[in-house]
């Protein structure tokens, strides 16, 4: 069936070095819309960034991330971590079946050190 | 702006009882959605609704009823409560957008089975 992977459970990084979290995906549409969703903790998860356009670049908060259909990628990246970027981050699929119905990777945990 | 607020905050019950949550929102969005949160597993489909009185089963339905008697709630039962599934629950709404909608999630609610 159709899915999302991220790889990493738990990814730590120093502050003010580059981030980057991994989603790939699989889905049998060619019109699909992909989320990432961050939260933090005792807070309820809130949309990050959202599109549906094949290799453009999206950006929200300092954060980025390019959908990739010919490697099913959506990677969030961002080129400078804040002590404040430390959160639950999850990206998602959505896909035209079942009123575009969200799947969700299993979810990265974002430590930022000092 | 709008407010999803799910009650209560703590669910504690015992095992094979029959355990319910609600789900309130104000944004008069037409869908809802019920998600089960475990670490490490991401947030899986329980449930969701597309209008007053609608039902949709998700992939996790299994041991769970659900009830969208306004527009405005929905309600989640735990038809026998087992100590695995002790896990936070996640209530969403969205509206179309075309392609792909942005899910708007509460706080969530965590169940505890003795």
């Known amino acids: 069936g159709d899915s999302v992977t991220q790889t990493e459970g738990l990814v730590t990084v120093t502050e003010g070095l580059p981030v980057k979290l991994n989603c790939t995906y699989q889905?049998?549409?060619?019109?699909?819309?992909f989320f990432w969703y961050v939260q933090y903790l005792n807070e309820a998860p809130q949309v990050l960034l959202k599109s549906s356009t094949d290799n453009k670049r999206t950006e929200h908060q300092g954060f980025h991330a390019t959908l990739h259909k010919s490697s099913s990628s959506f990677h969030l990246q961002k080129s400078s971590a804040q002590l404040s970027d430390s959160a639950l981050y999850y990206c998602?699929?959505?896909?035209?079946?079942?009123?575009?119905?969200?799947?969700f990777g299993s979810g990265t945990q974002l430590t930022v050190m000092p | 702006g709008g407010i999803i607020t799910q009650t209560p905050k703590f669910l504690i019950g015992q095992e094979g009882q029959k355990l319910t949550l609600k789900c309130q929102q104000n944004f008069n969005h037409d869908t809802m959605y019920w998600y089960r949160q475990d670490s490490g597993k991401g947030l899986r489909l329980i449930y969701y609704s597309i209008t007053e009185n609608d039902l949709q089963k998700g992939d996790l339905s299994e041991g769970y009823d659900a009830s969208r008697e306004k527009k405005s709630s929905f309600s989640l039962t735990v038809t026998s409560a087992q100590k695995n599934e002790m896990a936070v629950f996640l209530c969403a709404s969205s509206i179309p957008q075309g392609t792909g909608n942005t899910l708007y999630f509460g706080e969530g609610s965590r169940l505890i089975v003795v």
């Open positions: 889905t049998t549409y060619l019109t699909i819309a």
């Open positions: 998602a699929l959505s896909e035209p079946s079942g009123s575009w119905q969200l799947i």
